[in-house]
């Protein structure tokens, strides 16, 4: 069974930076593209940032300059840092990691998120 968990979220007034953390644990093989997702109440969760094995980064043009994604494979781990936040910015903060088992199948997995609220 494999269980991401984040830490890192919290109150931070405007102009302010955080760092999200994720890590995985459990039984895995091979870990593909990992990404922060975010959602607010009454909206679908939208994509934050992604990256890729091979350290190609995507980022919604929101955060885009503010955010930066990184990863840690061999510890199973995968940062956010964000700095300039706006409240716009408040949401529960979700990670995501595709994964491949010994024959190749893909799965996703998703943390059970960490709120970030940005406010004065």
């Known amino acids: 069974q494999v269980q991401l968990v984040e830490s890192g979220g919290g109150l931070v007034q405007p102009g302010g930076s955080l760092r999200l953390s994720c890590t995985a644990s459990g039984v895995i093989f091979s870990i593909n593209a990992m990404g922060w997702y975010r959602q607010v109440p009454g909206k679908q969760r939208e994509l934050v940032a992604t990256?890729?094995?091979?350290?190609?980064?995507n980022y919604a043009d929101s955060v885009k300059g503010r955010f930066t994604i990184s990863r840690d494979g061999a510890k199973k781990l995968v940062y956010l840092q964000m700095s300039s936040l706006k409240p716009e910015d408040t949401a529960v903060y979700y990670c995501?990691?595709?994964?491949?088992?010994?024959?190749?199948?893909?799965?996703?997995?998703w943390g059970q998120g960490t709120q970030v609220t940005v406010s004065s």
């Open positions: 995501k990691m595709s994964m491949s088992n010994y024959y190749n199948t893909g799965y996703e997995y």
């Open positions: 990256i890729t094995s091979g350290g190609r980064t």
